[in-house]
T-cell receptor
Framework: EAQVTQNPRYLITVTGKKLTVTCSQNMNHEYMSWYRQDPGLGLRQIYYSMNVEVTDKGDVPEGYKVSRKEKRNFPLILESPSPNQTSLYFC?????????FGQGTRLTVV | GENVEQHPSTLSVQEGDSAVIKCTYSDSASNYFPWYKQELGKGPQLIIDIRSNVGEKKDQRIAVTLNKTAKHFSLHITETQPEDSAVYFCAASTDRGSTLGRLYFGRGTQLTVWP
């Protein structure tokens, strides 16, 4: 079954404690992206990757890092999380026609 | 970059009525316009899309229309059902042939269908 898998689904952490949200896809897609979803603001792109070792900033990259060492995985790294990064995060991978989204990660930074 | 505006932000309809969600875009180079539906607790899923070489596309109870001159496109849902209740996102992109260009999303519309 074609899918994008994010982990964890829910995470509560404290300010400043580094965390990684993993994302994996099994569709051999080259293009992957991270979004955050906040009430009234819709889906805002954080980072995207057009292929292995090729990443670029989206609209709201501050405070985030990504890596793309292999095609299937695209982790999102928060080196020093802050409360304003409390949000719902989605990973997506893309083919020619469509974006396939993961189930989301609900992150709370206290 | 592209700017996609979506209205309304919330929409409540009675079961069986029609619902219309409208979007505008700013970049005349955009040529691909998908609509995504996000059910509670899930990621968005593609429900219908349209490319700039057509003006309308239908799939059962949903349809999308595109006016390139005015740079706006709309989602129409007829005979709404409670399971249509969800957040709907419009998006715009430049279809570059072998790859899908960056997707620019609207802010979403929360549709509620009352039984």
């Amino acid at each position: 079954e074609a899918q994008v898998t994010q982990n964890p689904r829910y995470l509560i952490t404290v300010t400043g404690k580094k965390l990684t949200v993993t994302c994996s896809q099994n569709m051999n897609h080259e293009y992957m992206s991270w979004y955050r979803q906040d009430p009234g603001l819709g889906l805002r792109q954080i980072y995207y990757s057009m292929n292995v070792e090729v990443t670029d900033k989206g609209d709201v990259p501050e405070g985030y890092k990504v890596s793309r060492k292999e095609k299937r995985n695209f982790p999102l790294i928060l080196e020093s999380p802050s409360p304003n990064q409390t949000s719902l995060y989605f990973c997506a991978s893309f083919d020619f026609q469509e974006a396939f989204f993961g189930q989301g990660t609900r992150l709370t930074v206290v | 970059g592209e700017n996609v505006e979506q209205h309304p932000s919330t929409l409540s309809v009675q079961e069986g009525d029609s619902a219309v969600i409208k979007c505008t875009y700013s970049d005349s180079a955009s040529n691909y316009f998908p609509w995504y539906k996000q059910e509670l607790g899930k990621g968005p899923q593609l429900i219908i899309d349209i490319r700039s070489n057509v003006g309308e596309k239908k799939d059962q109870r949903i349809a999308v229309t595109l006016n390139k001159t005015a740079k706006h496109f709309s989602l129409h849902i007829t005979e709404t059902q409670p399971e249509d209740s969800a957040v709907y996102f419009c998006a715009a992109s430049t279809d570059r042939g072998s790859t899908l260009g960056r997707l620019y999303f609207g802010r979403g519309t929360q549709l509620t269908v009352w039984p």
